[in-house]
C-alpha cells in the first residue's frame, strides 16, 4: 500500500505564489512517476504536471511558464512550485504516484493522495 499526503496549500490571492509538496511512504519498490492533478467543482480530475523519476517533465498548456514540478527521489517526495498564481487555479489539487508495489509482479498501479484545496481569490 502506498500512502501519499500532501501538505501547502492554502488560500492566496491572484499572483501569489504556493508550493505544494507530496510525500510517499509504504512498501514502494519503485515510484516511476510523480504528478498532480486538479479538480475543479462540475468539472473532471485533470493532469496538472507530472516528473519521471530520471527528470522529464510534463505540464497542462495552462500552468506552463507559471508551475514548476520537481522531485526529491531519496525523500519520495514531488514538489508543486506555483506562481503568479490565478483565480482559474482554484480547485482540489490531487497528488499522484504510479509505482511499482512488488519487485516479482512488476505491475505499475496508480495512487492518489487525499487532496489539497487551493483557493486564489481577493
Known amino acids: 500500500q502506498v500512502h501519499l499526503v500532501e501538505s501547502g496549500g492554502g488560500l492566496v490571492q491572484p499572483g501569489g505564489s504556493l508550493r505544494l509538496s507530496c510525500a510517499a511512504s509504504?512498501?514502494?519498490?519503485?515510484?516511476?512517476?510523480m504528478g498532480w492533478y486538479r479538480q475543479a467543482p462540475g468539472k473532471q480530475r485533470d493532469l496538472v504536471a507530472s516528473?519521471?523519476?530520471?527528470?522529464?517533465?510534463n505540464y497542462a498548456d495552462s500552468v506552463k511558464g507559471r508551475f514548476t514540478i520537481s522531485r526529491d527521489n531519496a525523500k519520495k517526495t514531488v514538489y508543486l512550485e506555483m506562481n503568479s498564481l490565478k483565480p482559474e487555479d482554484t480547485a482540489v489539487y490531487y497528488c499522484?504516484?504510479?509505482?511499482?508495489?512488488?519487485?516479482?509482479?512488476?505491475?505499475?498501479?496508480?495512487?492518489w493522495g487525499q487532496g489539497i484545496q487551493v483557493t486564489v481569490s481577493s
Open positions: 509504504g512498501s514502494i519498490f519503485s515510484i516511476n512517476v
Open positions: 516528473a519521471s523519476r530520471v527528470g522529464s517533465t
Open positions: 499522484n504516484a504510479a509505482a511499482v508495489v512488488s519487485r516479482w509482479s512488476g505491475f505499475e498501479d496508480n495512487f
